[in-house]
């Protein structure tokens, strides 16, 4: 369930980025891995503006009742990297308990750095997936961390 949000989310800040310039609502239709049809309604943010604050992203499938609020926070600098700061609000939880997810994706679109922490029902921490100047941190919901190094432009 956790890679469908991700292919969700993923594609829905790509439609932000190439949205162009308005505050209007639009609604599109998107399929999931399983071909379902998906509703998702955007506020478009300013003209190539990576992170257009305030901007709200919701996603439906009608079939099963899941949704998703996704609201763009604001900018934030986590180690050293201006990041824009989002957080997706999960409507009809699935079995694996995810009910929120926090992101931090980079302004700079040549960084591939990204924090994703997901939370419950009851907001503990389920787990977070952390790369940061070439490492890579995944901790568990018992606070268990695994480190691996990546060599970057190798």
Known sequence: ??????????????SLA???CSD????VTVQNEDGQDIDVTYTEGAEDDVCPIGSTITMSNPNTGEGMVMEVMGTEVVDGIEMCHMVAEITVPA????AKIEMYTPINENDESFIMTYYDVDGNVLSEMKFMNGKMTMTDENGETFDMTMGMGE
Do not use: A, C
Not at 95 to 98: A, E, G, K, Q, T
């Open 1 to 14: 369930m956790k890679n469908k949000y991700l292919i969700f989310i993923m594609l829905l800040v790509l």
């Open 18 to 20: 190439v949205s162009g």
């Open 24 to 27: 209007k609502e639009q609604t």
């Open 95 to 98: 079995d694996d308990n995810v």
